[in-house]
């Protein structure tokens, strides 16, 4: 069951990583144990591959999520030596006509390869078409539509955990934690409302909880805080305290952390549970106001996606799909639930 609400008049998989880095390895290996030949041996891993990869997403270049993808993405360009320019909207409103106008730009400059943010069913269809009839390796990231149509995205491959899996498997984890029940109710903190992917989180967490009789309401809000901690204040001051409040991100965190203050309202009293895990969480989650949050590993989005595309280019090895996440986290850093830890997890990423 579900009640959309909002103040009226306001806006309502290994290879990859494994053939990149052997070969970084060879060439360090392969040479003589003088300075002079490794560095050889690197420049020549270096040059193997020509021209420069992009990364392009589609948010609000405010949003803290895309600091940990980017420096991913760093990352992987300094190991495998190549040139990476990362792409991103320039303001927070019509960032879907954003996107596809760099799209094009990017593609009229015949890079070696595109990783590109989809979050829509088809607005960038006739881009992504184009590249692959130029022969140009693209592949999906971090975001791309439920139950995508590759005749309309015919991207090679999707790096990135879809967010509808990720609302799944954190509604089981809420029943299982919370015993959630009939009568019980969720309150959504949407901020990206207009969003097809990222509103994939709650319908997710909406599936489970749906046929136990759990009421979910969702806000519909935005990246103004003074603005949705308004909606979010009114909606608690007219409505009984939700059992919960699952966050879509750290901005709609924000936007109820601001609102419980305000009506002095202490974290116990509210409990919360979020996705990605950021700087904002992080506090958050010291704090007590944030319980919970689904981290899908943003740094690896990055850092496989240009990885995946290095090895299209350099090995001529077809672009394959990379699951990185959900990753349960709490203010302690330690609560991984069981079978969700990826096995190509290489670092303590994202956090």
Not at 101 to 117: E, K, Q, R
Not at 149 to 178: F, I, R
Not at 200 to 213: H, I, K, M, N, T
Not at 228 to 255: C, D, M, N, W
């Amino acid at each position: 069951m579900r009640a959309t609400w909002k103040r009226k008049g306001l806006r309502g998989l290994l290879m990859p990583a494994v053939l990149a880095m052997t070969a970084l390895g060879l060439a360090a290996c392969s040479s003589s144990s003088s300075s002079s030949s490794k560095t050889s041996s690197a420049s020549a891993t270096a040059s193997a591959v020509k021209g420069t990869f992009y990364e392009l997403y589609q948010s609000c270049p405010s949003n803290p999520f895309w600091g940990a993808v980017n420096n991913g993405a760093r990352a992987a360009a300094a190991q495998l030596g190549v040139s990476l320019k990362i792409e991103d909207p320039l303001r927070c409103s019509g960032e879907e006509a954003q996107e596809n106008s760099l799209l094009t730009t990017i593609i009229n400059s015949h890079p070696a390869g595109i990783a590109v943010s989809v979050p829509y069913a088809s607005a960038l269809s006739a881009n992504i078409q184009r590249a692959r009839s130029l022969h140009i390796p693209i592949i999906a990231y971090n975001s791309i539509p439920p139950n995508n149509n590759y005749s309309v995205n015919p991207v090679e491959a999707y790096v990135g955990q879809p967010n509808y899996t990720a609302g799944v498997d954190l509604g089981k984890q809420l029943v299982s934690q919370y015993h959630l029940t009939s009568g019980d109710t969720i309150m959504v903190a949407d901020q990206c409302y207009t969003n097809t992917t990222c509103n994939a989180r709650y319908q997710g967490v909406e599936s489970v909880v749906d046929p136990l009789g759990v009421k979910v309401s969702v806000l519909n809000l935005d990246y103004s805080v003074p603005t949705s901690a308004g909606i979010v204040k009114s909606f608690l001051q007219t409505h009984s305290r939700p059992t919960l409040v699952v966050a879509l991100g750290s901005a709609g965190e924000e936007e109820v952390v601001d609102a419980a203050q305000a009506l002095g309202l202490k974290p116990s009293q509210l409990p919360m549970v979020g996705f990605d895990d950021d700087a904002v969480t992080n506090t958050y989650m010291i704090d007590g106001w944030v319980k919970l949050t689904v981290d899908q590993q943003p740094f690896l989005q990055g850092y496989d996606a240009l990885v995946d595309l290095y090895d299209a280019v350099r090995y001529k090895a077809y672009p394959i799909n990379m699951d990185t996440g959900p990753v349960f986290v709490t203010h302690t850093a330690n609560d991984i639930a069981k079978g969700w830890f990826n096995p190509s997890v290489v670092s303590n990423t994202g956090i």
